[in-house]
């Protein structure tokens, strides 16, 4: 059951979300002039891709040129006009675009910026709606109005007439990214126990690394945008069929305490996986999770600001949030950053999704041995490392793959930290807040991604500046992480109660262990050297 959520959390948010590069390429231009005319155009590449000379001073100088006069007529400068004739681009990279068709070049270029960071507003609007829509009606539900969100306003956007449209359109497509990732997240991290926390959280990044490796084959293939475009939104309609079998998370039914339609889902779950086990076992144990405290707690009233009205959970919240947006924004900048590599755009993104994917391998076992606030610290630190050494690389004209490898590497390092916070943060947050939790963290996160596009454009610049400066902040991120409490081999909390209590009576920083409890201790120690089953009657799997 876990695999069939895989795909709705990874290929529609990867498809939706980072076709920028390939949907807004700006390929290699210059202005348009009549025949015969070339001496308009002007040597230097920047000048000539937005400004020519002016005609009539052109032709001035030739009429006027002299041998007597030629040094005079060459240190007069010729003035320089806008183009008048539009645009002539090299289409070997790019068939078309947003850019050539509606000629976003020069004092229009902005357009290409704002119609990306109005895709980041509506990301920021549509967590905030969304995470409420999950906890107070429930994943399911939530699933499908982000789907039909999603493909309906995703398709459109292939059948825009103009760029007002485009942005306008490319808002309402803001508004489930990345929800739709966060959903089949949650409810599949519900479904598991403590071990299959990591199983559930590094796949579903995975699939999503895989997705984007897609992507780029797609864009490559595809390589008109109104069709890329509706390639990648309009298919997936294919998943309103998860409606037939897709359950709900019987711990969200359990956190409200519907006990016997927890009981019919966690039926439905065992016979689609084939397994033979006792339900009401199960829901006595989820039952006994639900601490007595929650018994008091109406959770249709829980908000966002429960996070923040006790001093433990709002120091933990704080810093899930920071270490998110770093996150976010590194992850994002990275991916929208391959135009200023000095190598083929569609191969530096295609490597780009792919290097993720062998991070996930070597974290993986890392979860479970040095736990989690580790693993994510050494996760941002490798980025970090490897974004600011670009600071030493030598030229990139003579040693293109230099820069482009510390790129990879930095994506290598925030790959598998952006799996890991999912991992790290939906066991910080209670049941009764979980989607409010990460939806809030996401959001805010969303609102740093507004900076991303602008980050990137540094690069007209220097081209490794955005590198330097994703990481720093990278280093900054991983640095944080040493104040967040462990984890590993702790029971998912289910009320405020349990996660104001969590990691308050230990120290953060210091030891490899140094943040983890006896029982903590006790329980890793048993799990890895197979003592008792991997799952506990605190925390099972599903």
């Known amino acids: 059951m876990?695999?069939?959520?895989?795909?709705?959390?990874?290929?529609?948010?990867?498809?939706?979300?980072?076709?920028?590069?390939?949907?807004?390429?700006?390929?290699?231009?210059?202005?348009?002039?009549?025949?015969?005319?070339?001496?308009?155009?002007?040597?230097?590449?920047?000048?000539?891709?937005?400004?020519?000379?002016?005609?009539?001073?052109?032709?001035?100088?030739?009429?006027?040129?002299?041998?007597?006069?030629?040094?005079?007529?060459?240190?007069?400068?010729?003035?320089?006009?806008?183009?008048?004739?539009?645009?002539?681009?090299?289409?070997?990279?790019?068939?078309?675009?947003?850019?050539?068709?509606?000629?976003?070049?020069?004092?229009?270029?902005?357009?290409?910026?704002?119609?990306?960071?109005?895709?980041?507003?509506?990301?920021?609007?549509?967590?905030?709606?969304?995470?409420?829509?999950?906890?107070k009606f429930g994943r399911r539900r939530s699933f499908f109005i982000i789907l039909i969100n999603l493909v309906v306003c995703g398709t459109a956007n292939a059948f825009v007439w103009n760029m007002e449209s485009f942005v306008v359109v490319r808002f309402l497509v803001g508004l489930p990214f990345p929800a739709l990732f966060q959903i089949p997240f949650i409810i599949s991290m519900e479904w598991m126990g403590m071990s299959g926390r990591i199983f559930s959280g590094l796949m579903i990044s995975m699939?999503?690394?895989?997705?984007?490796?897609?992507?780029?084959?797609?864009?490559?293939?595809?390589?008109?945008?109104?069709?890329l475009t509706f390639w990648c939104n309009a298919p997936f309609a294919i998943l309103f069929l998860y409606h037939f079998f897709l359950p709900e998370s019987p711990r969200w039914l359990v956190s409200i305490g519907r006990f016997d339609e927890a009981k019919k889902t966690l039926k439905q779950i065992a016979s689609l996986n084939k397994r033979n086990v006792d339900v009401d076992d199960l829901v006595r144990q989820l039952r006994a999770s639900r601490r007595s405290s929650v018994q008091a707690e109406d959770v249709n009233r829980h908000n966002v600001f429960d996070l923040f009205r006790t001093p433990n959970l709002r120091k933990k919240t704080i810093l899930v949030t920071y270490i998110w947006v770093m996150n976010a924004i590194i992850y994002n900048g990275l991916t929208l950053n391959v135009s200023n590599l000095p190598v083929d755009d569609y191969v530096s993104f295609i490597i780009n999704g792919a290097s993720e994917l062998p991070a996930f391998f070597i974290v993986w076992p890392l979860l479970g041995f040095i736990g989690r606030r580790w693993s994510l610290a050494s996760c941002m630190l490798i980025c970090g490392i490897g974004c600011v050494s670009a600071m030493f690389a030598p030229s990139p004209q003579e040693h293109p793959w230099v820069i482009a490898t510390m790129s990879f590497v930095g994506k290598f390092g925030v790959g598998a930290g952006f799996a890991t916070i999912y991992i790290f943060a939906g066991e910080l947050y209670p049941t009764v807040v979980r989607a409010i939790g990460m939806g809030m963290s996401s959001m805010v996160a969303g609102s740093g991604l507004l900076l991303a596009p602008h980050l990137v454009a540094l690069g007209n610049y220097w081209k490794i500046l955005p590198l330097i400066l994703m990481g720093f902040m990278s280093l900054s991120a991983g640095i944080a992480t040493f104040f967040l409490p462990e984890t590993l081999g702790a029971p998912l909390p289910q009320t405020l109660e349990d996660a104001e209590n969590f990691g308050k009576s230990v120290k953060t920083g210091g030891g490899l262990f140094s943040s983890l409890t006896d029982e903590q201790r006790r329980r890793i120690s048993d799990y890895n050297f197979g003592n008792v089953s991997r799952s506990t009657s605190k925390d099972t799997n599903i």
């Not at 005319?37 to 937005?50: F, Y």
């Not at 020069?106 to 119609?115: A, G, H, K, L, P």
């Not at 999503?208 to 069709?227: I, N, P, T, Y």
Request: aromatic fraction near 16%; include cysteine; charge should be negative.
């Open 207 to 227: 699939f999503f690394a895989l997705a984007m490796v897609f992507l780029g084959v797609l864009a490559m293939v595809v390589r008109q945008w109104r069709q």
């Open 2 to 135: 876990f695999f069939v959520m895989c795909l709705p959390a990874s290929l529609p948010s990867a498809f939706s979300a980072f076709n920028t590069p390939f949907v807004a390429g700006m390929p290699p231009h210059r202005c348009r002039v009549p025949e015969g005319k070339e001496e308009l155009i002007p040597e230097d590449e920047k000048l000539r891709a937005c400004f020519q000379y002016d005609q009539a001073a052109v032709s001035s100088h030739f009429e006027t040129f002299s041998p007597e006069k030629e040094k005079r007529n060459n240190d007069a400068a010729i003035p320089l006009v806008p183009c008048q004739n539009g645009w002539i681009y090299d289409n070997t990279t790019y068939t078309d675009s947003i850019v050539t068709e509606f000629e976003l070049y020069c004092d229009r270029s902005w357009w290409v910026e704002f119609s990306t960071t109005i895709f980041y507003v509506g990301s920021f609007i549509g967590n905030i709606l969304y995470g409420y829509v999950a906890d």
